[in-house]
């Protein structure tokens, strides 16, 4: 068994981007600018975008972190998403989710500028990325496949299944996974809260994408000899033991899953600072494209 390191792998993106960065700034050409917002003080969103914003100086990256109060109303969000639309500046806007309950995430994601969508969850980015254009992919989905790619993992004519079928995940990753290109060329399925059968089902991948949000869910008895398992999950589970009261834990339970795995990701430290890594990809080509 073989860890998929994205803790390695980001950092190797992150150097790249550095890299290409200083010669951006050589050559006299624009600096990569992330726009944060962040809204209200949920801890998890805390810290990812505060993940992303030290990625952003890490690299050499222009970031401004906005925070607006959890009572902000839409109009006064969609106004702000708005001049950051029309700031050149700027490359690339993300806004934090999850939104307060008053705010309609849909809106939101739809005020973005589909050039400066580094998230990728404009219907438009989405729309291309199926479609094969040049766009910018969502951020989860697309570091995953940097840590297949680095990996090598083969794909062509392999299983995969994934587990959840949300837009910034799931359904993204299946897109990518069956495309017509590496890393793709997969035979997909994408399992669901509906679907019956999933063990059986997750017993004939060579690949499982575990994406449901459900703390060590994938048991090794889901799992065949030699699959390649990336797990996605983030949930927050108490622990006492803990000084900060929680402890992180993943979709796979991964301590009787591993033995059984070609490569397997942790938690923390598989895909999630692949996402920032892919961000930051994101960030970086916004600015290029203006050149
Ligand atoms: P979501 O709640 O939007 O979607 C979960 C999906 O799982 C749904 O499509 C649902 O149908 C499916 N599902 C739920 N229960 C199931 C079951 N018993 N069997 C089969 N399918 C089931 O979640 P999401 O936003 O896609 O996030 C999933 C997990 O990934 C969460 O833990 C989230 O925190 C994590 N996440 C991690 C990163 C990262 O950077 N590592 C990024 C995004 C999300």
């Known amino acids: 068994m ?23 700034i050589q050559e006299g050409k624009k600096v990569p600018h992330l726009a944060a917002i962040l809204i209200g003080n949920n801890g998890a969103s805390e810290t990812y975008v505060g993940s992303k914003v030290k990625s952003c100086a890490e690299i050499g990256f222009k970031s401004t972190l906005i925070r607006l109060d959890e009572h902000i109303s839409e109009n006064d969000l969609l106004f702000k998403i708005n001049e950051l639309n029309d700031d050149f500046d700027v490359d690339g806007i993300l806004v934090q989710l999850p939104l307060p309950k008053h705010i309609e995430e849909r809106k939101v994601i739809e005020t973005i500028l589909a050039s400066k969508d580094v998230d990728g969850f404009h219907p438009e980015s989405v729309g291309r990325m199926v479609q094969g254009l040049p766009a910018f992919y969502p951020a989860t989905p697309y570091g995953i496949l940097l840590l297949l790619e680095h990996y090598e993992i083969d794909t062509i004519g392999k299983h995969a299944v994934v587990i959840g079928r949300s837009n910034i995940v799931g ?15 997969c035979t997909v399925t994408v399992c669901h809260s509906h679907t019956p059968n999933l063990k059986e089902i997750c017993l004939q991948a060579d690949i499982i994408i575990a994406a449901l949000g459900k703390p060590e869910f994938l048991k090794a008895d889901m799992v065949k000899e030699g699959a390649v398992v990336v797990d996605v999950g983030i949930t927050r589970v108490a622990d006492p033991s803990k000084k900060s009261g929680f402890t992180i834990k993943g979709d796979v339970d991964f301590d009787a899953v591993a033995p059984k795995c070609s490569y397997i990701t942790p938690v923390p430290g598989g895909v999630g600072p692949m996402t920032i890594a892919a961000l930051m990809m994101n960030t970086f080509k916004a600015c290029a494209a203006k050149d």
Do not use: A, F, W
């Not at 390191?5 to 010669?23: A, M, N, P």
């Not at 990753?173 to 590496?182: A, H, R």
């Open 2 to 24: 073989q860890l998929l390191d994205g803790k390695i792998v980001s950092q190797s993106v992150k150097d790249r981007l550095k890299v290409l960065t200083e010669e951006r």
């Open 171 to 185: 359904r993204p990753i299946s897109i990518m996974l069956s495309k017509n290109e590496y890393p793709g060329n």
